[in-house]
């Protein structure tokens, strides 16, 4: 697939604010004092002086005259950084920056090393960590400073009173004029949705975020505002147990070379060759934080050159002015352009590598790696080896799309990728979550027999294959299995499935039966999930205007009723456990009277009946998840709501405050006719496939 090439992705007034603008004002007016203090921080009064007396707006030509009025000050600031020795000046600030969430500390001390490094990517890093972290610490003063919530974007963070009150509005002037809204430098935004390309950006502007910190730190001293209290960071996390076998997984440092062969012969990634090379060497190095955080922008970049390449809208690919918005992920991976038109990026890209960038930057149960890193979020010290990798594979497989090359090439690492690929399905989708939770459950359920330690008559248990039911009990239960077996049917007929009714009845209901096996079997049939339950799904009026509720909202509505089911499943199987468990430690040393000794056993001759429900309920959820493209409309949606209720009843009756066996029991078996009537009403409605 052939992308759109340019020489910058700045437009024309942002090219010209950051790469021109104040490029010849380099010396100091004479006269005119240092705008450092003689400790070397930044003397906030003196840089003041050089901003004319205009009014402060937000318009283009205000912040134009400021950076213009401000270059000397940021030549002064990066000529003392890259002069100094390093060691002294890091021991100078390091003491002013408490204020900074001391996971960040690492990072800006590298900054500084990255600043004063001749390699320009370095450069770009740093800029990045820099504006990340003091957006993050911006917002844990203001959250000190006030009882209300932080704004979500830094420009309004820098106008609220809280920031202006505690630093002054001259500190704030000057860093408005860096990180403000579209019309400033907005260095914060530019570098992170992957607008430069390396060298475009002065090294001045990065050692100035640097000074700022400690210079602010300062304030703060002599404020004595002291330590400030931190929101806590997140530690990003991927359990490959979820992504698939991905490629390099258990060794990462032999497939470096074979990415830099692809990088080298992606057309649309040359001028972006030295960051991509950078962020190898720091995988390499084992430095994951940094590496993700010089992939990311340029996984952006990439993304973006695509969409406007296969939607035609070449316009869309510059930096944003004050009468246009950036092209951002949030767009790119619509599913509909803001015409209506279909977004052609998931044809370009395919369903699976689709999967997988949504996984990590857009569902919310994913680690959202993009905005987590760049809004300072991310416990920079913590980002794991398998999360960097998975970055790492989504840029290669981009890239891949982009190239010439094939399965056929030589690359190992391509062939390696289309395994992957084929084989890669959403780990974070709610959908798959659903998936993961039932596992889970089954897991659990699984340690049932093997708990109860003793029989009905609480007589340690015979070592046997089979569990006898007293005659009472074994009545209730055929009663109950009697139902189950035509509810199973009616399963079956609604349900492609692979299995025959008596095979699930004989895997999933009898005594103690172990039905993991076959119901993760039937898991393992791939959902497609993307655009699922998405807001602005759209159905065709014509051949859908008969079918109700076959919505995204819809079919996000029915995950989320199973979803809360199972969680209810999980929370009611555990406490019966717990209740077992302790129930029967107590037995053993003699401490139950007479009547918990009664209600332990009623626990235990309630253990198969739990069993028999929990295999009931997941398989209810496997049906009804894996055949979500059928339409049941408003009757399925008040099933799931008596289910629902039906297992909170259920989780409730099990706490350890009721502990109400025989109730549980007896809920169970009024409860399987109602669905026995439920579904067969199901069944004389239409169905619909999506």
């Not at 004319?52 to 030549?75: A, K, Q, R, W």
């Not at 001391?102 to 900054?111: F, G, I, K, Y």
């Not at 049941?632 to 297992?647: A, D, S, V």
Request: proline share 4%; aromatic share 8%.
């Amino acid at each position: 697939m052939e992308c759109l090439q340019l020489k910058t992705c700045l437009s024309r007034k942002v090219h010209f604010l950051i790469v021109e603008a104040g490029r010849s004002r380099k010396k100091m007016e004479e006269g005119v004092s240092s705008c450092l203090t003689s400790e070397g921080f930044i003397h906030w009064e003196q840089a003041r002086c050089y901003l004319s007396e205009m009014t402060i707006t937000d318009g283009y030509d205000y912040f134009l005259s400021c950076v213009e009025s401000l270059s000397p000050v940021f030549f002064e600031v990066e000529e003392h950084l890259l002069s100094k020795q390093q060691k002294e000046i890091w021991m100078k600030h390091k003491i002013y920056l408490e204020w900074i969430p001391e996971p960040h500390l690492s990072a800006v001390e590298d900054s500084l090393n990255f600043l004063n490094s001749p390699n320009p990517s370095h450069h770009i890093l740093a800029l990045q960590l820099m504006s990340s972290i003091l957006e993050r610490t911006l917002g844990d003063v203001f959250e000190n400073e006030s009882s209300s919530q932080c704004p979500s974007l830094l420009k309004d963070i820098l106008n609220s009173g809280e920031i202006n009150k505690v630093f002054g509005k001259h500190v704030v002037q000057i860093l408005r004029a860096l990180m403000g809204p579209p019309t400033s430098l907005n260095l914060r935004n530019v570098v992170w949705h992957g607008f430069p390309n390396i060298g475009e950006i002065p090294r001045r502007y990065g050692c100035f975020l640097y000074l700022t910190l400690p210079s602010l730190g300062k304030i703060l001293d002599e404020k004595r505002k002291g330590i400030q209290t931190h929101r806590q960071l997140m530690k990003l996390s991927l359990n490959v147990e979820n992504t698939c076998d991905i490629p390099g997984k258990h060794d990462l440092i032999p497939q470096i070379p074979l990415v830099k062969e692809l990088i080298e012969v992606t057309q649309p990634f040359h001028s972006r060759q030295a960051l991509l090379q950078c962020s190898l060497e720091l995988m390499a190095e084992r430095r994951y934080s940094y590496a993700v955080a010089l992939l990311l922008p340029q996984l952006e970049h990439i993304l973006r050159l695509m969409f406007v390449s296969v939607n035609n809208c070449s316009e869309r690919v510059l930096t944003a002015e004050s009468d246009t918005l950036y092209t951002t992920l949030d767009e790119i991976f619509e599913k509909y352009l803001p015409n209506g038109d279909v977004n052609k990026i998931s044809e370009a890209l395919g369903e699976s590598l689709m999967d997988l960038l949504f996984d990590l930057m857009i569902y919310p149960e994913g680690p959202r790696v993009r905005d987590k890193v760049s809004h300072g979020e991310a416990n920079l010290q913590d980002i794991p080896e398998s999360l960097a990798l998975a970055v790492l594979v989504a840029v290669v497989m981009v890239m891949w799309k982009c190239s010439k090359f094939t399965t056929s090439n030589e690359n190992e690492l391509i062939k390696d990728l289309a395994i992957f690929e084929s084989q890669y399905c959403s780990a974070f989708h709610p959908m798959s979550i659903i998936k993961q939770k039932i596992v889970q459950i089954l897991d659990i359920v699984a340690k049932l027999p093997d708990a109860m330690q003793y029989d009905e008559t609480l007589s340690l248990k015979v070592l046997s294959p089979t569990f006898e039911l007293c005659k009472e009990d074994r009545e209730m239960f055929e009663e109950i299995q009697s139902v189950t077996e035509d509810l199973v049917l009616f399963i079956c007929q609604d349900w492609d499935i692979q299995l025959t009714p008596k095979e699930i009845n004989k895997c999933l209901f009898q005594v103690f039966s172990d039905g993991k096996a076959m119901i993760k079997l039937c898991l393992k049939e791939k959902l497609s999930t993307l655009y699922r339950f998405s807001a602005n799904q759209q159905i065709s009026q014509a051949s859908n205007s008969h079918i109700s509720g076959q919505t995204g909202a819809c079919l996000a509505e029915i995950a989320g009723l199973l979803t809360r089911v199972l969680t209810e499943l999980e929370s009611m199987i555990v406490q019966v456990l717990s209740a077992l468990r302790s129930r029967q430690e107590q037995l053993e040393k003699r401490l139950l009277r007479s009547r918990q000794r009664d209600n332990l056993m009623r626990l235990i001759r309630g253990c198969p009946f739990f069993h028999h429900c929990v295999h009931f309920v997941l398989l209810v959820c496997c049906w009804k998840l894996l055949t979500l493209n059928k339409q049941t409309g408003p009757k399925l949606l008040r099933f799931l709501k008596q289910l629902l209720k039906f297992i909170e009843n259920l989780r409730t009756f099990t706490s350890s405050d009721k502990n109400k066996w025989t109730e549980c029991v007896s809920l169970y078996r009024e409860f399987i006719p109602k669905v026995k009537v439920t579904l067969s009403d199901l069944k004389n409605t239409p169905t619909s496939r999506k």
